[in-house]
């Protein structure tokens, strides 16, 4: 789990995705959480599974986790086709399985968009669809985040 939560709200959702991420039905997957600025390639190649948390700070994915693209995209199999996908040129980590939680006060849509067209040109396969949370977290919000990481938990089990 590679995550920037410097908010109370965007933490809750950080625990509530740890919790299902280590839900007691999954056996045999060890789950790391990595702050986006302490987060390396080696950390990315290591990992079967992937889950990003962000806030959407001025319509964007916050610089923490733009940095950590920013640092690893190459290493990690980054590259871009003509119409800006991985295409055949997706790398090391490939087909491996994310999911993304998002945090905003007033729009989200901006971090969701430039999150996911990074993870696109990395080769990344969607397991579960984003979470994305404006303004106040509530407990259907918690339960959602629960079910993203004991989905991305059981897929990386599963495919063991």
Known sequence: MIHHSPTAATRSLLDAVLAGA??????????????????????????????????????????????????????????????GGAGDSAGASAKRPFGLFVHGRYDTTGAIRSVLSIVQALGWQQAHETLEVMGEVGDQHLATAYELGATLAANVMENR
Do not use: Q
């Open 22 to 83: 280590n839900d007691p039905e999954i056996e045999g997957v060890d789950v790391r959480t990595v702050a986006a600025l302490e987060a390396t390639a080696d950390d990315v190649l290591a990992a079967d599974g992937y889950i990003l948390g962000t806030p959407a700070n001025f319509g964007y994915m916050s610089g923490a986790l733009k940095h950590f693209f920013d640092s690893t995209f190459l290493a990690i199999g980054g590259a871009l086709d003509e119409k």
